[in-house]
């Protein structure tokens, strides 16, 4: 058996030594070590964990800093490094030090306890700098005349965005991206005046919506297979009646006997700008989620069209999301939405949701642009030769 060298018995009386609790004479071992040649992370640890026991900050941070040019993931360097700063009262670049430990650190399964339990702290403490933090903005703002209610919504929002409270969601459309048109989730309501005539006929619009559901097998499932693609899962909704539809015109070409149905409906929508595009759009449907049903976050094909919901059978807990905005379906109040931004919908309820849905040209398109949209997908549906299918 080889003998232990000089300084690997140095080493191994360093580490009894701080065991011990006698970390001046672990600290002197360590260094003896580092005289001789070996200074690598284990040896650089050692020699801050022991400056300060004994309270050499100057020693400590050296140490450290040697460490973490070596091994910039070193977890327990950088909560040394986080502590010293937390210390000195800079809750800034302590939080700094205490994210990237807990950020790069193995599965807690593969840590050592006792380095565990000081990641857990870790997240703790940076929890409680970013709620100080928050407090402290917001109330510096509010001095400065912010108020949430009556200030700017957009700067509302990249206050919660800068805050982390919110995630940054942008368009992603599946097919066609139209560049330079604004990152929008919701729309704001007095865009479309024409909605008011929509939300007047919320009645009339469910009592033909009621005696469609009177019909057996009226409703299909949302998200259907195309025999001449490859089979996707659909995120567990393809062929999934949980969400499906009663389509009055679908893929830009009415349903003549289901539209015929519902002359309400259809009248209510006279004066929408439709997003009008052979065998592509508009869709005009009564979507139907059942009970308990979850529709997975997704995106929508194209930039070019909004998504708009008449909400007409709403029980409680009916929740949609669209980016970082959630919010309630309200039985007869109308919203327009991006759906090339990430949206996701939720029945919590024991009962079944029903909305009428459509899509609509965006507002900032010009009338020459929706034109050159057109052409350029009578273009793309000339060349294949097989109608498309888009969903909503």
Known sequence: MQKPSARDENVQAAAAALRSGNAREARDLYLRVMEDGRADPPVLFGVAHACRLIGDEQGMVAAIDRLLAIEPRDTRGLLFKADYYAAKGDTRSASAFYQRAVRTAPPANELPTDLAGELRRAEAVCAQYASEYQAWLRAQLAARGFDRERSSTRFAQSLDMVLGEKQ???????????PELPQIQFYARALFPWLDELEAATGAIRAELLEVMRIDGAFSPYVTGDANRPRKTGHGMLDNPAWSAFYLWKNGEPVPENAARCPATMRALRNAPLAMMPNRSP??????????????PHH??????????????????????????????????????????????WNRSSET??????????????????????????????HSGTRPQWEI
């Open 300 to 345: 929508g094909f194209v930039n070019t069209r909004l998504i708009c919901h008449l909400p007409l059978i709403v029980p409680p807990g009916c929740t949609f999301r669209v980016g970082n905005d959630l919010r309630d379906w309200v039985e007869g109040k109308a919203w327009a939405f991006d759906d090339t931004i990430e949206h996701e919908a």
């Open 353 to 382: 949701r029903v909305i009428l849905l459509f899509d609509i040209w965006r507002p900032e398109l010009t009338n020459e642009e929706r034109k050159l949209v057109v052409d350029l997908f009578e273009a793309i549906d000339a």
């Open 168 to 178: 940054v969601y942008v368009q992603q459309p599946r097919y066609y991206y139209f």
């Open 283 to 296: 869709s005009i449907l009564f979507s139907l989620l059942q009970a308990g049903a979850h529709i997975p």
